[in-house]
């Protein structure tokens, strides 16, 4: 009879420590759950945190980007954004394309996209398969071709930088991350609440704007909102 209430005893004992290493583990994963949003929530641009989804694909559509890249390896190598992005000093539209620089690719790799029916390689990071997804050596200079749809928006990114508005205030801390996606584009939220709009914004900032529209459109300060806003 002693030996049976042992055995429950150690039984009870058991399950009670699995209970509370369950409460601890769940405690954990809890943390872990929120170090990773807020984590994120840091590298994303700001007004992110509830899209973490990506912005809007009426504004900005969808890209198709089939290339190996990481921005937080050619930070730590000392690359800055406009190593890599030069003409976003001086872009005024944002139909201008201010992706990644080739030329800035063939100074660091070793390569040559002077002609891109002939494209010179490099030697180790310059070969066509460390940047180019999918690419095999008997594609020849055959790659994956890089889509990046101008987004419908107006836009001058000399304005903003002549007035010291670094890129991480509208782009996050792309430093931190690898392959930058959509996730990095601006939010409208961030864009209002710099903008002369409440802070906070609210959930719904549609009937702020257009309030703002018709008391711009009946002081005739306005940009024509219904005209065409990226290059045909």
């Not at 419908?152 to 990114?157: G, I, K, S, V």
């Not at 000399?158 to 670094?166: E, K, L, T």
């Not at 205030?169 to 959509?182: I, L, M, N």
Request: net charge positive; with cysteine.
């Amino acid at each position: 009879m002693k030996t049976i209430r042992t055995q429950v005893a150690w039984l009870l004992a058991s399950v009670a420590l699995a209970a509370a290493a369950a409460v601890v583990s769940g405690q954990g994963a809890r943390a872990d759950a929120r170090a990773t949003v807020v984590a994120s929530a840091w590298v994303l641009p700001p007004g992110a945190a509830r899209d973490a989804t990506g912005p809007s694909e009426v504004i900005f559509p969808t890209q198709q980007v089939p290339i190996h890249f990481d921005h937080a390896v050619h930070h730590a190598r000392g690359a800055t954004c406009l190593d890599c992005h030069p003409a976003a000093r001086t872009s005024r539209r944002a139909s201008d394309r201010i992706g990644w620089s080739v030329a800035a690719c063939d100074r660091c790799h070793g390569t040559s996209h002077a002609d891109l029916r002939n494209v010179a390689r490099g030697s180790g990071s310059g070969d066509c398969a460390l940047c180019h997804e999918g690419y095999r050596s008997e594609d020849g200079n055959g790659v994956k071709r890089v889509v990046v749809p101008a987004p419908r928006l107006r836009f001058d990114h000399q304005v903003h930088a002549s007035r010291n508005i670094g890129c991480g205030q509208c782009h996050g801390a792309v430093q931190r991350v690898g392959k930058a996606s959509r996730l990095r584009l601006p939010r409208m939220r961030a864009c209002l609440t710099c903008h002369d709009l409440p802070d906070p914004l609210p959930d719904d900032p549609m009937p702020l704007l257009l309030e703002w529209y018709e008391d711009a459109r009946q002081s005739e300060r306005y940009d024509d909102f219904n005209a065409m806003t990226i290059a045909t």
